[in-house]
């Protein structure tokens, strides 16, 4: 996956090469922070659990956004739209039919795949800039959808969801959401890091490099740029089918394009190109709003501001997503990886080559 | 008859922005996402001198197009002149950035609360009869002000010296600076114009409609009008006005009301599926992110 970090360790096979762990050092840092993970809600407070809860939810979407921006190099800026088209299938079954969650998970899957087809057709035709106003204009377009759903069937102010439930017992604990969330982010994590080894990702990196290229190569650039989306746009919606029932409540407000580019911004300030950097934008960027609150609040200015929060969010957010466009494109995992160069050559302190 | 000049006022203003996308990426290959907010930050400029200058307000009005022209200026000097020659993603994001920043600015620095610069100015928005059909004065100012800004655009890209500076920049920025041209004033001149004439739009909205964050989506949704004309055609984003301005209060008249959002996209859609690069733009190879 990465380049051998640890000395006097040297692969020889190609299994090692592909192996998603390196060193045994790596495996015990893992198993450590397993147990951390598993041990989190049993120790955090009710807030911190809520906070844990929607990191988990973002990095879903996140990590499938970095897999089509980040790898295939297909420009997204509707994911928020994906995410309201997983929660509003998920609400209309629910409302209309009472469907349980055994059925509106695999329908919102559904429909996210079938979106992504409908969002990575213009891809075929459409490059860059012209992708991205395309995409655009489809969150546009299924918000819109969503909207009007809402105001037909008089569900104006949304649409109210009961937490799934399985045999008698209902879930609307924040611990067992924890878990459960916690599954199924490791669960995308996996999924992803295993195609991006395999032949689907080796295909996505390499029309990102160059499609003529790539299409030299023998792989079929359509069908790889039509998979990306697919693949992206099914984890996304399957995060709005979570997001739905994590709320109880769905409603168009809730998928603006600030979520849109929120999204785009946690994987270019994790960084883009990393599967870590998604997960680390993302914490980044939950994390964010509330850092802001504490500070205005230390500095005593909470009061004076209160009425206007959000505003001092979207000025200090901006100016945080220009800072790290300007001065560190590579984002926080290019932060990491300097660290680890570092201390891993230290007491020397040349770049290592090739960097 | 109605309805042709709700057109015509829609097509004006859609027109008015348009020309803004346009000129930015024609000339630097960059999608200025926070024209929106630019137009904004010029309709509060003209409230602002609005209350300082009170009492005369065509200097009012000269101070916030010369404000509108700075911040064009200032948003190259400080921030777009680092995303010369970075990917398209890095600089559209650049942009977005900025909206989001400008966005929490604006409210910190004038509040939520709708405001009426015309009132400021001490003027009234009459409202004009034209054969059966009604106007408001501010809706024809806007006309007329398009009507103006192309034409001097016109004039400008084709008969001065910097106008041609700018279109030679826009073809090829490599041969450009071999000849001289100085890369970074032509990208910042865009700039300024750009934001000068979304400022022109902003302040014009604002007077018909008063300053409220609608202005933003407005801002976007002529983004439609710039890219179904071809996004480096400044007679195309005329067009393009015309052709999403048509259908967006045709469907509200005939259709939905609440459709009016989403028309623009939709134009949008149906034209990147049909012919990409516009009707009046030229075909050209993207870059990758």
């Given at each position: 996956m990465s380049t051998p970090r640890a000395s006097g360790y040297f692969r020889t096979r190609y299994e090692h090469d592909q192996a998603l762990l390196d060193t045994r050092a790596q495996k015990a840092w893992l198993a450590a922070f397993c147990i951390a993970l598993a041990a989190f809600p049993f120790v955090a407070g009710a807030f911190a659990l809520d906070l844990a809860n929607q990191v988990l939810l973002m990095s879903i979407g996140a990590i499938a956004l970095m897999l089509l921006?980040?790898?295939?190099?297909q420009i997204s800026l509707g994911h928020a739209g994906l995410l309201a088209a997983g929660a509003f299938t998920t609400g209309i079954l629910f409302k209309e039919a009472g469907a349980s969650f055994w059925v509106t998970l695999p329908s919102s899957a559904a429909v996210g795949a079938l979106i992504g087809l409908v969002f990575g057709l213009p891809s075929l035709r459409l490059r860059g800039l012209y992708l991205a106003m395309s995409t655009l204009a489809l969150h546009f377009l299924v918000v819109q959808a969503g909207q009007e759903y809402e105001t037909r069937r008089g569900h104006s102010t949304g649409v109210l969801i009961d937490p799934p439930s399985l045999g008698g017992w209902v879930m609307n604990d924040p611990r067992a959401w924890y878990f459960v969330l916690l599954a199924a982010s490791i669960a995308t994590l996996l999924f992803s890091l295993n195609l991006l080894r395999g032949r689907t990702g080796r295909a996505w990196r390499a029309i990102h490099g160059r499609e003529a290229v790539a299409a030299a190569l023998g792989i079929d650039v359509r069908a790889a740029k039509l998979s990306a989306f697919v693949v992206s746009c099914t984890l996304t919606a399957v995060a709005g089918c979570l997001f739905a029932y994590y709320r109880g409540f769905v409603s168009a407000e809730a998928f603006s394009l600030f979520v849109a580019i929120q999204y785009v911004a946690a994987i270019i300030i994790g960084g883009i190109g990393s599967i870590l950097g998604a997960v680390l934008g993302t914490v980044f960027v939950v994390l964010f709003p509330y850092g802001i609150e504490a500070l205005m609040s230390a500095l005593g200015l909470s009061e004076r501001l209160s009425s206007v929060v959000f505003a001092v969010n979207y000025a200090a957010f901006g100016l945080v997503m220009i800072l790290f466009l300007v001065f560190e494109p590579q984002g926080l995992v290019g932060i990491w990886r300097r660290v680890q160069a570092w201390f891993l050559l230290w007491p020397f302190k040349q770049k290592p080559v090739g960097k | 008859m109605q309805l042709a000049v709700n057109i015509a006022v829609l097509a004006a203003i859609y027109a008015l922005i348009a020309c803004g996308y346009v000129l930015i990426y024609r000339v630097s290959r960059v999608l200025s996402l926070a024209h929106g907010e630019l137009m904004m930050l010029g309709a509060y400029g003209l409230a602002a001198t609005a209350s300082l200058f009170a009492g005369n307000p065509l200097v009012a009005i000269a101070a916030s197009a010369v404000l509108a022209l700075a911040v064009g200026f200032l948003v190259y000097g400080l921030l777009m002149w680092r995303m010369t020659g970075e990917s398209v993603l890095a600089a559209v994001l650049a942009t977005i950035a900025l909206g989001i920043l400008l966005r929490g600015a604006m409210i910190l620095a004038f509040g939520t609360q709708t405001q009426y610069p015309l009132q400021q100015l001490g003027w009234a928005n009459a409202s004009i009869a034209i054969g059966g059909a009604r106007i408001s004065g501010a809706g024809l100012v806007l006309v007329a002000g398009t009507a103006l800004v192309y034409g001097a655009l016109f004039l400008f890209l084709h008969a001065s010296r910097w106008g041609i500076r700018m279109r030679a920049a826009g073809q090829n920025p490599l041969l450009a600076a071999q000849r001289g041209i100085r890369l970074h004033g032509v990208y910042a001149l865009a700039w300024g114009l750009a934001t000068f004439t979304g400022g022109m739009a902003g302040m014009l909205i604002a007077c018909d409609a008063g300053i409220e964050a609608t202005l933003v989506t407005i801002g976007l949704k002529a983004f439609p009008a710039a890219l179904v004309g071809g996004l480096d055609s400044l007679l195309g984003a005329l067009v393009g006005a015309w052709i999403v301005a048509g259908a967006e209060v045709l469907i509200i008249q005939y259709v939905d009301p609440l459709l009016s959002d989403v028309v623009p996209f939709f134009v949008l859609l149906a034209m990147l599926v049909i012919?990409?690069?516009?009707?009046?733009?030229t075909c050209e190879e993207l870059d990758r992110v």
């Amino acid at each position: 996956m990465s380049t051998p970090r640890a000395s006097g360790y040297f692969r020889t096979r190609y299994e090692h090469d592909q192996a998603l762990l390196d060193t045994r050092a790596q495996k015990a840092w893992l198993a450590a922070f397993c147990i951390a993970l598993a041990a989190f809600p049993f120790v955090a407070g009710a807030f911190a659990l809520d906070l844990a809860n929607q990191v988990l939810l973002m990095s879903i979407g996140a990590i499938a956004l970095m897999l089509l921006t980040g790898y295939a190099g297909q420009i997204s800026l509707g994911h928020a739209g994906l995410l309201a088209a997983g929660a509003f299938t998920t609400g209309i079954l629910f409302k209309e039919a009472g469907a349980s969650f055994w059925v509106t998970l695999p329908s919102s899957a559904a429909v996210g795949a079938l979106i992504g087809l409908v969002f990575g057709l213009p891809s075929l035709r459409l490059r860059g800039l012209y992708l991205a106003m395309s995409t655009l204009a489809l969150h546009f377009l299924v918000v819109q959808a969503g909207q009007e759903y809402e105001t037909r069937r008089g569900h104006s102010t949304g649409v109210l969801i009961d937490p799934p439930s399985l045999g008698g017992w209902v879930m609307n604990d924040p611990r067992a959401w924890y878990f459960v969330l916690l599954a199924a982010s490791i669960a995308t994590l996996l999924f992803s890091l295993n195609l991006l080894r395999g032949r689907t990702g080796r295909a996505w990196r390499a029309i990102h490099g160059r499609e003529a290229v790539a299409a030299a190569l023998g792989i079929d650039v359509r069908a790889a740029k039509l998979s990306a989306f697919v693949v992206s746009c099914t984890l996304t919606a399957v995060a709005g089918c979570l997001f739905a029932y994590y709320r109880g409540f769905v409603s168009a407000e809730a998928f603006s394009l600030f979520v849109a580019i929120q999204y785009v911004a946690a994987i270019i300030i994790g960084g883009i190109g990393s599967i870590l950097g998604a997960v680390l934008g993302t914490v980044f960027v939950v994390l964010f709003p509330y850092g802001i609150e504490a500070l205005m609040s230390a500095l005593g200015l909470s009061e004076r501001l209160s009425s206007v929060v959000f505003a001092v969010n979207y000025a200090a957010f901006g100016l945080v997503m220009i800072l790290f466009l300007v001065f560190e494109p590579q984002g926080l995992v290019g932060i990491w990886r300097r660290v680890q160069a570092w201390f891993l050559l230290w007491p020397f302190k040349q770049k290592p080559v090739g960097k | 008859m109605q309805l042709a000049v709700n057109i015509a006022v829609l097509a004006a203003i859609y027109a008015l922005i348009a020309c803004g996308y346009v000129l930015i990426y024609r000339v630097s290959r960059v999608l200025s996402l926070a024209h929106g907010e630019l137009m904004m930050l010029g309709a509060y400029g003209l409230a602002a001198t609005a209350s300082l200058f009170a009492g005369n307000p065509l200097v009012a009005i000269a101070a916030s197009a010369v404000l509108a022209l700075a911040v064009g200026f200032l948003v190259y000097g400080l921030l777009m002149w680092r995303m010369t020659g970075e990917s398209v993603l890095a600089a559209v994001l650049a942009t977005i950035a900025l909206g989001i920043l400008l966005r929490g600015a604006m409210i910190l620095a004038f509040g939520t609360q709708t405001q009426y610069p015309l009132q400021q100015l001490g003027w009234a928005n009459a409202s004009i009869a034209i054969g059966g059909a009604r106007i408001s004065g501010a809706g024809l100012v806007l006309v007329a002000g398009t009507a103006l800004v192309y034409g001097a655009l016109f004039l400008f890209l084709h008969a001065s010296r910097w106008g041609i500076r700018m279109r030679a920049a826009g073809q090829n920025p490599l041969l450009a600076a071999q000849r001289g041209i100085r890369l970074h004033g032509v990208y910042a001149l865009a700039w300024g114009l750009a934001t000068f004439t979304g400022g022109m739009a902003g302040m014009l909205i604002a007077c018909d409609a008063g300053i409220e964050a609608t202005l933003v989506t407005i801002g976007l949704k002529a983004f439609p009008a710039a890219l179904v004309g071809g996004l480096d055609s400044l007679l195309g984003a005329l067009v393009g006005a015309w052709i999403v301005a048509g259908a967006e209060v045709l469907i509200i008249q005939y259709v939905d009301p609440l459709l009016s959002d989403v028309v623009p996209f939709f134009v949008l859609l149906a034209m990147l599926v049909i012919r990409p690069w516009g009707l009046f733009g030229t075909c050209e190879e993207l870059d990758r992110v």
